[in-house]
């Protein structure tokens, strides 16, 4: 599997383009600068296969409409926060408008999915789905069991986590999401919304919202 992240945005959002032998492609997070991200797509001859989204936020999300209309793919977002992100309390100003709703199904993403259809496979790529709220209240992260790497979006940051004092935003529900990504091997690579990746492994050592209370 190859991955190629694209920093986007004012807030600096880890966009994943990622895909394996078959050049149908994973778009993790496409959240601004939709016409830089096709580039990357063109430039690897990759088609799109699906949009997994970490949630619903504005900064993690804006390009999705754009992108979508050039190449339509399955939409991947938790019901929980399909139902405020094209709404106008998602929006971000002066930075980001309210999102644009692509013209698709949606969602296609809800609890039923995530309990009866993990594994996940899409083309090549094979995930789990795993359902993180807190941040907000559909935010789920996405794990490649192959490859051992996971996108944690607004979850888990090196040394931080997500913040909860935004509306959906719950910090007890949130202390249970992170339990669960710190069962994951201590090897896994975690590359989250924003900021450098790290490791399981280290932030059990070094995050203070990893450590038992």
Same mark, same amino acid.
């Given at each position: 599997?190859?991955?190629? /992240?694209?920093?986007?945005?004012?807030? &600096?959002?880890?966009?994943?383009?990622?895909?394996?032998?078959? %050049?149908?492609?994973?778009?993790?997070?496409?959240?601004?600068?939709?016409?830089?991200?096709?580039?990357? +797509?063109?430039? =690897? =001859?990759?088609?799109? $296969?699906?949009?997994?989204?970490?949630?619903?936020? $504005?900064?993690?999300?804006?390009?999705?409409?754009?992108? #979508?209309? &050039?190449?339509?793919?399955?939409?991947?977002?938790?019901?929980?926060?399909?139902?405020?992100?094209?709404? $106008?309390? @998602?929006?971000?100003?002066? #930075?980001?408008?309210?999102?644009?709703?692509?013209?698709?199904?949606?969602?296609? +993403?809800?609890? @039923?999915?995530?309990?009866? &259809?993990?594994?996940? %496979?899409?083309?090549?790529?094979?995930?789990?789905? +795993?359902?993180?709220?807190? #941040?907000?209240?559909?935010?789920?992260?996405?794990?490649?069991? @192959?490859?051992?790497?996971?996108?944690?979006?607004?979850?888990?940051?090196?040394?931080?986590?997500?913040?909860?004092?935004?509306?959906?935003?719950?910090?007890?529900?949130? $202390?249970? &999401?992170?339990?669960?990504?710190?069962?994951?091997?201590?090897?896994?690579?975690?590359?989250?919304?924003?900021?450098?990746?790290?490791?399981?492994?280290?932030?059990?050592?070094? @995050?203070?919202? /990893?450590?038992?209370?």
């Amino acid at each position: 599997m190859k991955t190629k /992240l694209i920093t986007v945005g004012a807030y &600096s959002v880890n966009c994943a383009i990622i895909w394996g032998d078959a %050049k149908r492609a994973l778009i993790i997070d496409p959240g601004f600068d939709a016409p830089h991200i096709q580039n990357h +797509l063109k430039t =690897n =001859n990759l088609t799109v $296969a699906g949009y997994l989204l970490t949630h619903g936020h $504005a900064d993690h999300i804006n390009a999705l409409a754009e992108l #979508h209309a &050039s190449n339509p793919a399955l939409i991947y977002l938790h019901t929980e926060d399909e139902k405020w992100t094209f709404t $106008a309390v @998602n929006q971000i100003p002066p #930075h980001y408008p309210v999102p644009p709703k692509p013209h698709a199904n949606l969602p296609t +993403l809800g609890k @039923n999915e995530l309990k009866f &259809s993990n594994p996940w %496979k899409i083309a090549d790529l094979t995930f789990q789905t +795993l359902e993180t709220p807190g #941040h907000t209240p559909g935010g789920v992260c996405y794990w490649f069991t @192959n490859e051992n790497i996971c996108f944690t979006g607004d979850t888990l940051f090196k040394g931080s986590c997500g913040r909860t004092d935004l509306p959906g935003g719950d910090g007890r529900i949130l $202390a249970k &999401s992170l339990e669960k990504l710190a069962a994951l091997p201590p090897e896994t690579r975690i590359i989250p919304g924003h900021g450098d990746e790290t490791t399981i492994s280290h932030e059990l050592k070094t @995050n203070f919202f /990893l450590q038992p209370h």
